[in-house]
Nanobody
Framework: QVQLVESGGGLVQPGGSLRLSCAAS????????MNWYRQAPGKSRELVAAHILASGLTTIPDSVKGRFTLSRENAKSTVHLQMNDLRPEDTAVYYC???????????WGRGTQVTVSS
């Protein structure tokens, strides 16, 4: 079992920044990747950052590249999503995801709301 707790969401004006955090606990040694997704109302869930723990490889899709970055704190099993130059279209619930190495099972956090509005 893996537990994921997100924090850091909120209301921000266009052009502003937010930093989301995801703290993992439980069977963290079995995690292959920790990722961030978002889901806006009426839209499907979208990957915004992917991080492979063993290699340290991070992938950011073109939709947010240059504005979103992912960082990791090994000692705390925590990943952060730094979001800069936020736009109204970034408004969504942001979810932390952990994919297990052996089973490929996905664990999800409860999500944190990000609203970009003036």
């Amino acid at each position: 079992q893996v537990q994921l707790v997100e924090s850091g969401g909120g209301l921000v004006q266009p052009g502003g920044s937010l930093r989301l955090s995801c703290a993992a606990s439980g069977s963290i040694s079995g995690i292959n990747a920790m990722n961030w997704y978002r889901q806006a109302p009426g839209k499907s869930r979208e990957l915004v950052a992917a991080h492979i723990l063993a290699s340290g490889l991070t992938t950011i899709p073109d939709s947010v590249k240059g504005r979103f970055t992912l960082s990791r704190e090994n000692a705390k099993s925590t990943v952060h999503l730094q979001m800069n130059d936020l736009r109204p279209e970034d408004t969504a619930v942001y979810y932390c995801n952990a994919r297990m190495s052996r089973t490929k099972f996905d664990y999800w956090g409860r999500g944190t709301q990000v609203t970009v509005s003036s």
